[in-house]
Structures are given as structure tokens and as C-alpha cells.
């Protein structure tokens, strides 16, 4: 792909989406651009991948696609130091939670091409889920741009900017949960008597080989479910006791939480 990628930020996501891009070679390395005030982040990438370090105005420059992968709260700030300096057709991408597509347009003063998007640290392993939303002024080979770039590193969704909230509490969270759900499957395989490596192991390939079977066949997940369990068997026995914990309703209600959590941020 002919374009020059900018990077403005390199927390965790930012991070995750740009070592996607690079080990999947979608652009040269010396096609891209990084910055962060903290060296110990852009380092690692500048020796690994030889990308190019550089001032924020620098990178904003450079960028024919600009992703800001800061802080909600540093968007306003970093945007009015590069707004002026910008290509009149960069792309900027957004990927910040509670920063609309509207907030980026007021930030430049202008109408600006941009792309809202919501990755998953998965995204590190060519694994990730990212929902996009576009405004008005991208054209389908913008579109494009934007789509293979976060292609390179797993699956894409396009959604309307009001459904961005959902899917930040459907995949771009819950790989968290997911975390959470492993770790608890590992301590109680620990405490029947696996070793603690043995544990993860375990737990972790079943969570893929589940996830797989419901991308795989098509089949809704209840299905898949009662497949597992047995009348009057062992595995009916746990959904029943998951059920009486409220496994479910835990999960909705957390993902209500992170819900109001993003739009508390926005106020």
C-alpha cells in the first residue's frame, strides 16, 4: 500500500495496531512515522522495524494516514499543535472511546477526512476485532485505506458512529473479561490437581477452539452449548450453577457498565 502511516501515541493499542501492521508488512517500515514523549516506547519499534522517530508536527506532516492513539483528554491539545501542518487529504483515525467523529471536525476547525475506530489488543497477534465508523467526507478509496489497514491485523467490522459505544463493550473491552473468564478456568483447574501451566494451557485452547466453532459453523452459540451438555450429566451441572451465579447477567451488566463508563467520558 502506498501510503505513509503516522502514529502519534504508543500506549498499549496504539501499539498492538502498529506491530500488526509491520509484521504483516502491509507498509515499509520507512513509510512510517512515530511519535511519544516517552522514548522507552518508540525505541523498541525504531530498532526492530527501523520506523522513523520524529516531533509530533514532524509525523503529522509525513502522514498521508494519521492515526492519534493518545489519550481522550490530549486530543484537543496535540490536534491544534498539528492542524496546520497536515496533508489537505490526510486521513486522520480516531481510536480514542469517548472522541466523535464531530469532536475531531471542531478540534481542526475544518471539515478533516476521518475514521473512528475501535480495535482490540488482539490486533498484536493478527487476531483483533475493529469496528469502524466513517464521516461524510471519506470516499471509498479512503475507505479502503483505512479498512486494510486494520485488516492486517484481524477482522474488520464497518458500523455507524452510534454503535462505536457497542463495540467497545462487545471486543474492544472484552478481551479483559476474557482474561478474567481464563485465569478463573486455570485456578480451578489447579485446584483439581493440574499444575498451574498445565491450567492455562488447557483453559486457554478451549476458549479459542469454542470461539472458533462459533465462527466456524455458524451455528448459534445456545446450540453449541446444549451439544456439550449430556442429560443429567456433569456439564449441565456447572450451566446450572453458572446460571444460579448470575454468569450471564454479570457479563451484560458489565458490559452496561463500560457503556456508561464511555459515555460519562464524553460529558
Not at 456439550?228 to 454479570?250: D, H, N, Q, W, Y
Amino acid at each position: 500500500m502506498e501510503t505513509t502511516i503516522g502514529m502519534i501515541g504508543l500506549g498499549h493499542m496504539g501499539r498492538a495496531i502498529l506491530e500488526g501492521v509491520l509484521r504483516q508488512a502491509l507498509v515499509p517500515s520507512s513509510q512510517v512515522y512515530l511519535s511519544d514523549l516517552d522514548l522507552a516506547k518508540t525505541k523498541p519499534l525504531q530498532d526492530t522495524y527501523g520506523c522513523l522517530v520524529a516531533s509530533n508536527q514532524e509525523v503529522a506532516q509525513a502522514a498521508d494516514v494519521l492515526i492519534l492513539a493518545i489519550k481522550p483528554h490530549q486530543y484537543e491539545e496535540v490536534i491544534d499543535e498539528i492542524k496546520d501542518v497536515v496533508k489537505p487529504e490526510v486521513i486522520i483515525i480516531d481510536i480514542a472511546a469517548s472522541v466523535s467523529l464531530q469532536d475531531v471536525h471542531d478540534y481542526f476547525g475544518r471539515d478533516i477526512k476521518t475514521a473512528r475506530v475501535m480495535p482490540n489488543t488482539p490486533a498484536l497477534i493478527g487476531e483483533g476485532m475493529s469496528g469502524i465508523a466513517f464521516d461524510e467526507f471519506m470516499e471509498e478509496a479512503d475507505r479502503q485505506k483505512v479498512i486494510r489497514i486494520f485488516a492486517s491485523v484481524g477482522q474488520v467490522g464497518v458500523v455507524k458512529e452510534s454503535q462505536i459505544d457497542a463495540v467497545a463493550s462487545v471486543s474492544g473491552a472484552s478481551p479483559a473479561y476474557v482474561y478474567l473468564f481464563i485465569e478463573a478456568l486455570a485456578d480451578g483447574a489447579v485446584m483439581l490437581g493440574l499444575s498451574r501451566e498445565e491450567a492455562y494451557r488447557f483453559a486457554s485452547q478451549a476458549v479459542v477452539g469454542a470461539a472458533k466453532m462459533v465462527q466456524q459453523t455458524g451455528e448459534h452459540p445456545a446450540k453449541l452449548k446444549d451439544a456439550v451438555c449430556s442429560p443429567g450429566g456433569t456439564t449441565i451441572e456447572a450451566i446450572a450453577k453458572l446460571e444460579e451465579k448470575g454468569f450471564r447477567s454479570a457479563i451484560i451488566e458489565a458490559m452496561r457498565a463500560n457503556d456508561q463508563k464511555a459515555k460519562k467520558m464524553k460529558q
